[in-house]
């Protein structure tokens, strides 16, 4: 399965904008979809994400300010970020979680970066 991210950009603090993150390839047993973010330097974090029957979490910096949501018929997941500030500037990662045959173990399925930058 192939990840293609898409819709960062330049934004001025306080603005807005929607990441979308397509899904092709092999189908597989979806467990999730989501966005993480990393820094030069640092760790990757889990922003939000979604699961197959439509649980959502979000890392407390985002609460009440991203929404994840998912479109199983196109199997594309968008990140609507809305009051965005200059401490979400970062590279977003597309995640899919999957798992194989009859095997609980979960697979990560990563695509490319985009780059938000929230200017003050």
């Known amino acids: 399965v192939q990840l293609q991210a898409s819709g960062g950009g330049l934004v001025q603090a306080g603005g807005f904008l929607r990441l979308s993150c397509a899904a092709s390839g092999r189908p597989v047993r979806v467990a999730s979809m989501g966005w993480y973010r990393q820094a030069p330097g640092n760790k990757r974090d889990l922003v939000a994400d979604?699961?197959?029957?439509?649980?959502?979490r979000y890392a407390d910096s985002v609460m009440g300010r991203f929404t994840i949501s998912r479109d199983y018929a196109k199997n594309t997941v968008y990140l609507q970020m809305n009051g965005l500030e200059p401490e979400d500037t970062d590279v977003y990662f597309c995640?899919?979680?999957?798992?194989?045959?009859?095997?609980?173990?979960?697979?990560?399925?990563w695509g490319q970066g985009t780059l938000v930058t929230v200017s003050s």
């Open positions: 995640n899919l979680k999957y798992t194989r045959g009859f095997s609980t173990t979960l697979y990560d399925t």
């Open positions: 979604i699961s197959s029957d439509g649980r959502t």
